[in-house]
């Protein structure tokens, strides 16, 4: 019997990690390419990528400074930790991503972030 997920409750890692291999097969984005947004979400993501071989040809990085987030946040206690845990995502990204990463300040004007991620793009391929 398979498990019955709540609305708005997140869907496994494994089905996303399946869900994202699946599309890749596919011959538009064999032949296209492919960006993904929003994928990986967490370390065990990272690693279920890695382990499918899956080898990206940019993986871009928008910063902000933890001060930018707080500022921003309706409830900074709570978002204390997301800040956290998106850092230790971070690091690991950085660790597997190394050589495909680019940064990103996402605190400047949003005109000039999507510039600099069109030029990111742009630029790897």
């Known amino acids: ?7 708005n409750e997140p869907l496994p ?5 399946d869900l994202v291999r699946d599309r890749l097969e596919r011959p538009d984005c064999r032949t ?6 929003g994928c990986p979400m967490n370390n065990n993501q990272i690693k279920m990528i890695r382990d499918l071989e ?5 993986v871009v990085a928008f910063e902000r400074s933890d001060e930018a987030i707080l500022k921003d ?16 995502f971070l690091a690991t990204a ?3 991503f190394n ?5 990103i300040n996402d605190e400047e004007n ?10 990111a793009i742009e630029n790897c391929v």
């Open 1 to 7: 019997m398979a498990a019955r997920l709540e609305k």
């Open 13 to 17: 890692d494994d089905i996303i990690i």
């Open 32 to 37: 296209n390419g492919w960006i993904l947004d």
């Open 54 to 58: 899956i080898v990206p040809q940019v």
């Open 73 to 88: 946040a309706e409830n900074p206690e709570q978002l204390a930790k997301s800040v956290e845990d998106y850092r230790e």
């Open 94 to 96: 950085e660790t597997d």
């Open 99 to 103: 050589q495909y990463l680019i940064r």
């Open 110 to 119: 949003s005109d000039l972030v999507f510039l600099n991620f069109c030029d």
